[in-house]
Structures are given as structure tokens and as C-alpha cells.
């Protein structure tokens, strides 16, 4: 029988944990990705023996030779993904299978172990259950997860590491954007690309973001909220920002998003738009779509919104466009009607406010 068939997971709970009164305190504002909840999902992989000792334990920092893999040669893959909490006190994942998948194959891409999606999913749901008094009551509040995983071996030599780490830890979080789903400014990079054919844009690797900060602080200094990466080849196809999809909507009611080439992130957000967009009779089309023609659609009147999405901002306008070619605004420069649709249908079906035709929602109490 295959061990990992049976792995079990040890559980550790905290032996001092945050008091209820402190924890109140700090969820009740938390922003993002500043308050960390008591525990954290922990499995091990040895290569020979594979996946084992899984245990929620208490969350702590980590003890990690200065020879260990990740540090030098950047084995590393992660995730994003929410709990939310419903209507009638119960805890609900969004279509956390899809997240599972797509962390087996940034795995593959990355010589890594693959996980199998059983103890992915479980580690989360655990760490959900004994953490979930964490999830913030407010408006827009959900206990944002980021399972991770790193190469862990302690060696010098540019090959797969033999020994990997996987973790889960859990954030209490609000809104990503201040001000909340206000329309957003983005700026063209001219200099810098996020990904190109044949390299690891399709993986969620902390290479990829490492690779946008340059550019995300570049847009920061001129302004803007966000920075969008054309293409490596001809450096004229809108890709994505720096970890949001796109969207393009104009006045014939189609859609528009790029096309899944490896070259971007198939972001879980992304899909379920494409499917809620079609259940609505929308043309939607994956397709490619030049800088200029963007430039040229916003200008005539064509395209009437532009919108960015991914699991932590969940829907955002894109209201403002700016480059070293002078910029541009997309309609009003606020939200669109079918920007506002899609997000208030997604949070909708996310919170259990709205019936679930495909099933995303999985509700764990």
C-alpha cells in the first residue's frame, strides 16, 4: 500500500495560543498579510521514503541550514486561496481542488515533488479548523492560506534537491486594495518582462513575483497601483500584472482575456469569470490583445472596462492606463457594470450568499 495513501496527520495544538480577547483586537482591522493565525500544516518529503510526518502544529520560526537548496538555486512553489466564513456561522474553501492541481504541476515544472492533491487538501482544511476563529467578521474579511513548498536539503550543486518541506500558515485579511474595489492605475513596463515561452510563467514560483518587483516599484514611483508585462518576444501583447489576470470588455458586450500559452499564470479567479461570463451568454473570447490596440480601443469608445483578477483582490477596475507613450483612461475610469457583475456574483457564490451551479464551493462546518 502506498504510505502516503495513509498518511495521518499528528495534531500539535498550540500550547500558548493567542487569547481570544487579543485575537479580536487584531482581526478586527487586519489589512493583509500582516496577522498570522496560532498554527501551521507541516509535511516532509525524503526522497527514498517520500511524503511523511504531517502534523498541525504551532506556528514558529523556521531553523534552516545557510546551505539549504532554496536559498541558492530557488526550488520554491506556493499557492493562494481563501476560507470564508457563511451566512450561518459555517466555514466554506472555493474550489480548493483547482488549487491543489495547479500546485502538483508548479511542482512538475520546478523538479519538485508532486503532492498528492488528497494531503494538499487536507493540510488545508486541518489548519481551517483549528484556526477558524481567525476569520475576521468584517465586510470582505476571509483567512487567506498559503500553502508552500521548498527545497530543503542542505547541499551545494545545481541539481533536484532530495529533501523538500512542505507548510501551510494562515493570514486573518480584509481587503487587498485600500479603499476596496476602487478602480486601480496600472503602468506599462518597457523595460521588464515577467515571463517568456518555455519558462515558468504558468508556475506559481517565487521567481516570477521576485522577477515583477522591480517593475511593480517602477510603476509605484510613477503613480500607479499595479504594472502590466507585455510579451518577451515582441514586447506588444498584454499578458498580466504582476499577480493579477486581465480582462477587456467593450461596448458590443464581449469579452476579451489573453490566451494560456505558459507564458501567464491559468489563475483559479480567472476561470471561474470565464465560466460565470458564458453562463451569462457573453462572447468571450482568449485571445491575444496588442498594447496599442488597447491604447486605441480606450480611446474610441470600443472598449468600455478593463478589469484584474486573482484570489486576493478577488475583481478590480482598471480605470487608468499609463506608459512612456502618454496614458489613457478605459470608459469612466471607475467600475464597469459587468466588472461590478462578476465581483458581486463571485463574492456572492464565495460566501454562500447565492446558489452554486458548478460546485466550487466547498463547505467544510
Keep these: 500500500m502506498n504510505a502516503e495513501a495513509t498518511l495521518s496527520f499528528d495534531i500539535r495544538e498550540h500550547g500558548a495560543p493567542v487569547p481570544a480577547s487579543e485575537r479580536t483586537e487584531r482581526i478586527a482591522d487586519p489589512g493583509f498579510g500582516k496577522v498570522f493565525t496560532d498554527h501551521m500544516a507541516v509535511i516532509r518529503y525524503t526522497e527514498g521514503t517520500g511524503w511523511h510526518d504531517a502534523r498541525i502544529q504551532a506556528r514558529e520560526p523556521l531553523t534552516m541550514d545557510p546551505a539549504a537548496a532554496v536559498l541558492?538555486?530557488?526550488?520554491?512553489?506556493?499557492?493562494?486561496?481563501k476560507a470564508y466564513r457563511l451566512g450561518d456561522g459555517g466555514t466554506a474553501l472555493f474550489r480548493p481542488d483547482q488549487n491543489a492541481r495547479r500546485f502538483r504541476q508548479s511542482a512538475a515544472r520546478m523538479a519538485m515533488p508532486e503532492l498528492p492533491e488528497s494531503l494538499f487538501l487536507e493540510s488545508v482544511e486541518r489548519l481551517v479548523e483549528i484556526d477558524r476563529e481567525w476569520i475576521p467578521h468584517m465586510d470582505g474579511g476571509a483567512l487567506y492560506l498559503r500553502p508552500f513548498m521548498f527545497a530543503s536539503e542542505t547541499f551545494l550543486g545545481v541539481r533536484p534537491a532530495k529533501e523538500y518541506l512542505?507548510?501551510?500558515?494562515?493570514?486573518?485579511?480584509?481587503?487587498?486594495?485600500?479603499?476596496?474595489?476602487?478602480?486601480?492605475?496600472?503602468?506599462?513596463?518597457?523595460?521588464y518582462t515577467r515571463a517568456a515561452p518555455g519558462g515558468t510563467g504558468a508556475a506559481k514560483c517565487g521567481g516570477n513575483?521576485?522577477?515583477?518587483?522591480?517593475?511593480?516599484?517602477?510603476?509605484?514611483?510613477?503613480?500607479?497601483?499595479?504594472?502590466?508585462?507585455?510579451?518577451?518576444?515582441?514586447?506588444?501583447?498584454?499578458?498580466?500584472?504582476?499577480?493579477?489576470?486581465l480582462f477587456f470588455v467593450f461596448e458590443d458586450g464581449s469579452v476579451v482575456t489573453p490566451p494560456l500559452k505558459g507564458t501567464i499564470l491559468p489563475g483559479i479567479t480567472r476561470d471561474s469569470i470565464l465560466t460565470l461570463l458564458?453562463?451569462?451568454g457573453i462572447t468571450v473570447r482568449e485571445e491575444g490583445y496588442g498594447i496599442d490596440q488597447w491604447r486605441a480601443d480606450a480611446d474610441s469608445g470600443k472598449l468600455v472596462e478593463s478589469f484584474a483578477c486573482g484570489t486576493a483582490a478577488v475583481?478590480?477596475?482598471?480605470?487608468?492606463?499609463?506608459?512612456?507613450?502618454?496614458?489613457?483612461q478605459i470608459g469612466s475610469g471607475g467600475t464597469g457594470q459587468i466588472t461590478q457583475r462578476m465581483r458581486d456574483r463571485l463574492v456572492a457564490i464565495q460566501r454562500g450568499?447565492?446558489?452554486?451551479?458548478?460546485?466550487?464551493?466547498?463547505?467544510l462546518f
Excluded at 210 to 231: H, K, N, P, T, Y
Aim: charged residues 25%; hydrophobic residues 45%.
Design 166 to 191: 512542505y507548510m501551510v500558515i494562515a493570514s486573518s485579511v480584509g481587503a487587498y486594495f485600500k479603499g476596496g474595489a476602487k478602480a486601480i492605475s496600472i503602468w506599462v513596463s518597457d523595460d
Design 315 to 328: 475583481v478590480t477596475p482598471v480605470g487608468t492606463v499609463k506608459s512612456t507613450a502618454g496614458d489613457f
Design 353 to 363: 450568499e447565492a446558489p452554486d451551479p458548478h460546485d466550487w464551493v466547498k463547505r
Design 72 to 81: 541558492h538555486y530557488a526550488q520554491e512553489i506556493f499557492e493562494g486561496m
Design 209 to 245: 513575483y521576485a522577477a515583477s518587483l522591480v517593475a511593480q516599484a517602477e510603476a509605484i514611483e510613477r503613480g500607479c497601483d499595479q504594472v502590466v508585462f507585455l510579451d518577451a518576444a515582441e514586447h506588444k501583447w498584454v499578458e498580466e500584472l504582476g499577480g493579477m489576470n
Design 278 to 280: 458564458r453562463d451569462d
